[in-house]
C-alpha cells in the first residue's frame, strides 16, 4: 500500500507542474490575442480600401494586366499556405494543412501544376515529411507579423505573377489562411488574390454605392504597376494578422482544457491516494489489534 501511495502523489506532483504550464501559456495566449484583434481591426480597413481603388481602376479601362486580368489558358498557379511556427493550438495547423490540400487537389484536377509556398515551421515540416517539393519557405515570425514580413512574402509572388509560366512563373495567386471570427470560432478558408476579380468585390460593395472615377496619370498600366506590390502586401499582411489571432486563440482554447483536465486529474489521483492511505492505516491498525491479540493469547498462556 505505502508503495502505491507513493506512487499516486508522484503523479500529483507531475500533474501539478503541467498544470502550471498551461495555465501561464493559456494567460499568455489571451494577452497575445487581444493584441492580435487590435491590429487586425486596424489593418482590415486599409486592405479593403485598396481592394476596392484597384477595382475602381481596372473596371475604369481597358488595361490587360496581371493584376485585373485572367489568363485565357491558366497552367500554373500558386498557394500560399499561412500555419504557425509552434504547435499547441489544437487543429489550427491541420485545418489549414487540410484546406490547402483541398485546393491543390482541385486546382490539378482541373489540369494545373501548383506551385506551393508556405508560412510557418509547422506546415514546412509537414510538407517536408511527405517529401512534397516547396517552392519557397518563410518562418520565425508567425505570432506577431510585421509588415515588413509580409513584404518579404509578397517579393517572390510577384516577381513569380509577373513572369512567363515558360519562364517559371504563374497564370494566377491563392492564399489558404485561418480567418478570426471570435474568440471560439476559427476557419480556414482560401482565396484567390491574382488576378483580381472584380465582380466579386463589386458584389460585396454596399448597394447603391457608386465607385468613384479616376483620371489615369501617366497611364492605368502604371497606376497598377504601382498598385500590384500595395495591393498583395496588404493582403498578405491581414492575412497573416488573421492567422495569428486565430492561432493565439486557438492555443488559449487548447491551454485551457489542458488545464481543465489536469485538474480533474489531480482530484481523481487525490482520492486514490486518500483511499490508499485509509486502506493503510487501517492495514496498520489490523496489525497492531492482531499483534496486541497474539501478545495478550501469549501472555495467558504462560500464567497457566
Do not use: C
Amino acid at each position: 500500500m505505502g508503495a502505491q501511495l507513493r506512487v499516486y502523489k508522484r503523479r500529483i506532483r507531475s500533474v501539478t507542474a503541467t498544470k502550471k504550464i498551461t495555465k501561464a501559456m493559456e494567460m499568455i495566449a489571451a494577452s497575445r490575442v487581444v493584441k492580435a484583434q487590435r491590429k487586425v481591426a486596424a489593418s482590415t480597413p486599409y486592405a479593403t480600401e485598396l481592394t476596392r481603388a484597384v477595382t475602381a481602376v481596372g473596371t475604369g479601362s481597358n488595361t490587360k494586366h496581371p493584376l485585373t486580368t485572367q489568363a485565357e489558358t491558366v497552367t500554373r498557379s500558386a498557394v500560399l499556405l499561412l500555419t504557425s511556427d509552434r504547435g499547441l493550438a489544437g487543429a489550427f495547423n491541420s485545418n489549414a494543412i487540410k484546406a490547402a490540400e483541398q485546393l491543390t487537389a482541385r486546382l490539378e484536377a482541373e489540369g494545373r501544376q501548383v506551385d506551393t509556398y508556405i508560412v510557418g515551421r509547422r506546415g514546412v515540416a509537414h510538407y517536408n515529411f511527405r517529401e512534397r517539393k516547396i517552392a519557397d519557405q518563410w518562418t520565425g515570425f508567425t505570432d506577431e507579423p510585421a509588415y515588413a514580413d509580409a513584404k518579404k512574402v509578397a517579393g517572390p509572388l510577384i516577381e513569380a505573377i509577373e513572369k512567363d509560366t515558360a519562364d517559371g512563373g504563374v497564370d494566377e495567386l491563392h492564399i489558404v489562411y485561418t480567418e478570426f471570427v471570435s474568440m471560439m470560432t476559427q476557419q480556414a478558408l482560401d482565396a484567390q488574390l491574382l488576378p483580381l476579380r472584380l465582380e466579386e468585390v463589386a458584389e460585396e460593395k454596399p448597394k447603391g454605392e457608386i465607385l468613384p472615377l479616376y483620371d489615369f496619370e501617366p497611364s492605368a498600366e502604371d497606376v497598377l504597376d504601382a498598385l500590384l506590390p500595395r495591393y498583395v502586401e496588404s493582403r498578405i499582411y491581414n492575412a497573416l494578422l488573421q492567422s495569428a489571432a486565430s492561432k493565439h486563440a486557438a492555443t488559449r482554447r487548447a491551454m485551457k482544457s489542458a488545464t481543465d483536465n489536469a485538474g480533474e486529474l489531480i482530484n481523481t489521483l487525490s482520492r486514490l491516494a486518500n483511499a490508499a492511505r485509509q486502506a493503510e492505516i487501517t492495514q496498520e491498525i489490523s496489525e497492531i489489534v492482531g499483534g496486541s491479540a497474539a501478545l495478550s493469547d501469549a501472555t495467558a498462556g504462560s500464567d497457566k
